[in-house]
């Protein structure tokens, strides 16, 4: 991987990340299109490039951070599932991080739900937008739902979001508590991959530019495309997304039934 090739992929996890369409499953195909060699690196990427995507979200809502303990604590609750079972599925969700297969069936189930969720859920746009009405129960089933998305292609946005709809959350209240379980989630998943791929960086110093590199850009990109979710999300929901979801998730199936090669690592 060099620096193009980790700029291309920060800009669309920037763009991808707090979208309900997957940013780990549109890395992955965007790697395999540009043909980046196979190697440990690109995994570790992968992960590692989605920290500067969340610093973004402690900059745009710095004020929120500071609302007390009870904040911290339903986050944590929250946060738990993924950190159990991240713990104990490293091994199998790197394997996941191969299967270009896998992310396209996800993006286009994923898809189809998106499909209805505005129709199943639109009572809930009638309560007031805030954080504060939830409790530590939601918190905590929406990190249950948080959890699906350690498979490629289910995206992280989606699954808390809808999980916050379940509980009566409005599209915006459920949103915005996506981003702020984003921010110990995936600085919990960066540390690990770091740590546990710290060799990587031992061998190869130039790998540890690149990183920085990406999470700069990540940062920048990601502070737009938060601003842009909110507005489209609580004026238009989510059918958007999910046909989108299903023509990229049925372009790769195509391609993969044509027998085109879009593994990224061997």
């Known amino acids: 991987m060099n620096i193009l090739h980790a700029i291309i992929l920060a800009i669309v996890e920037g763009l991808t990340e707090f979208l309900p369409v997957s940013s780990t ?3 992955i195909i965007t790697a395999a299109l540009l043909g980046i060699p196979p190697g440990d690196f690109t995994k570790v990427f992968i992960v590692a490039i989605q920290f500067g995507a969340i610093l973004s979200v402690v900059v745009l ?3 929120r951070f500071f609302k007390g303990l009870d904040f911290y604590f339903k986050l944590f609750a929250a946060f738990l599932p993924t950190a159990i079972l991240g713990f104990l599925l490293k091994s199998t969700v790197d394997k996941l991080l191969e299967s270009v297969t896998v992310v396209a069936f996800m993006l286009l189930v994923g898809g189809i739900i998106l499909l209805f969720v505005d ?13 504060d009405t939830i409790s530590y129960p939601t918190a905590l089933l929406i990190g249950i739902f948080q959890s699906l998305a350690m498979v490629p292609g289910v995206s992280r946005s989606a699954a808390t979001i809808i999980g916050g709809l379940t509980q009566k959350l409005t599209r915006q209240t459920a949103a915005e508590f996506s981003f702020f379980l984003a921010v110990p989630t995936m600085f919990a998943a960066t540390a690990k991959s770091l740590w ?7 061998a190869q110093s130039d790998n540890w530019g690149i990183l920085v590199i990406g999470n700069i850009v990540a940062f920048i990109v990601a502070m737009a495309a938060i601003r842009f979710f909110i507005g489209f999300l609580t004026k238009y929901g989510f059918k ?3 046909y989108y979801r299903i023509i990229v998730g049925a372009i790769l199936l195509i391609l993969i039934i044509m027998g085109i090669d879009l593994k990224i690592v061997d």
């Open 25 to 27: 499953g549109h890395m």
């Open 61 to 63: 809502y710095f004020k």
């Open 119 to 131: 129709k199943w859920f639109a009572k809930n746009e009638q309560h007031s937008p805030d954080e």
């Open 196 to 202: 546990d791929d710290r060799e990587l960086f031992m």
């Open 240 to 242: 958007a997304f999910g």
